[in-house]
Structures are given as structure tokens and as C-alpha cells.
Nanobody, 127 residues
Framework: QLVESGGGLVQPGGSLRLSCVVS????????IAWFRQAPGKEREAVSC????????YYEDSVKGRFTIQGDNAKNTVYLHTNSLDPKGTTVYYC??????????????????????WGQGTQVTVSS
């Protein structure tokens, strides 16, 4: 099970820390990815982490602004979002899949390749 939290209303340029709490499996064996989806658009990868493999990737649109962090002790993966763009309402999801999905390819793979998903947390960037 994956449970996201931390979303809310934030002004343009603001920050939020999103959390993905994982239960039922270990972050030692599963990679976690953050995706986002705006209304009417496809779900797109934002960042992903393979903790035991020491791999972290970011999509170009968020490099330098977002930071992903894993905490094995708390079974939690965080997404620190900074300098948020005024894109209205976006739902952020975390997803899990065995570690191999985040390997040497320098990408987080596509949404359909992940089998385990949280319910999402809504982020609204507006003044």
C-alpha cells in the first residue's frame, strides 16, 4: 500500500513536501517514482529513486527544483517541490515497482510499467 500526503494550495514560486508512506514491502527491493497528472493530460514521471541501487533520476522539467529523498527507517519517500509553477491543479501520485525498473537507463519508466499506486495528493499552484 502507498499513501501520499502533503498536497495543498501554494502560491507560485512556493514549496511543498510530499510524502509517500509505503507498507507491505521494503524500499530495499522496490523503487518509488513520483508522477503527476493535470486535468486532461497524461500522467507523467517527475522523479524516481532506487535506494539500494543508489539511483535517483529527475525529469528535465523539474531538475534543480525538486528533490526526492528516501527514508528506509520510516518506509517513506519524500518529494521536495520548490519554485512551483502556476499550472493550476495537478495530482501527484507515487508508484512502486521492483528495483529493476530504475536502473541504468536514466529514466523513471512510464506509468503503465508500475503496478502499485497510491491514491494521489492534489497540488494547486495559484495566487
Amino acid at each position: 500500500q502507498l499513501v501520499e500526503s502533503g498536497g495543498g494550495l501554494v502560491q507560485p514560486g512556493g514549496s511543498l513536501r510530499l510524502s509517500c508512506v509505503v507498507s507491505g514491502f521494503s524500499l530495499d527491493y522496490y523503487a518509488i517514482a513520483w508522477f503527476r497528472q493535470a486535468p486532461g493530460k497524461e500522467r507523467e514521471a517527475v522523479s524516481c529513486i532506487n535506494i539500494s541501487g543508489g539511483r535517483i533520476y529527475y525529469e528535465d522539467s523539474v531538475k534543480g527544483r525538486f528533490t526526492i529523498q528516501g527514508d528506509n527507517a520510516k518506509n517513506t519517500v519524500y518529494l521536495h517541490t520548490n519554485s512551483l509553477d502556476p499550472k493550476g491543479t495537478t495530482v501527484y501520485y507515487c508508484a512502486a515497482e521492483p528495483n529493476d525498473i530504475v536502473d541504468h537507463s536514466s529514466t523513471c519508466a512510464l506509468a503503465y510499467e508500475y503496478d502499485y499506486w497510491g491514491q494521489g495528493t492534489q497540488v494547486t499552484v495559484s495566487s
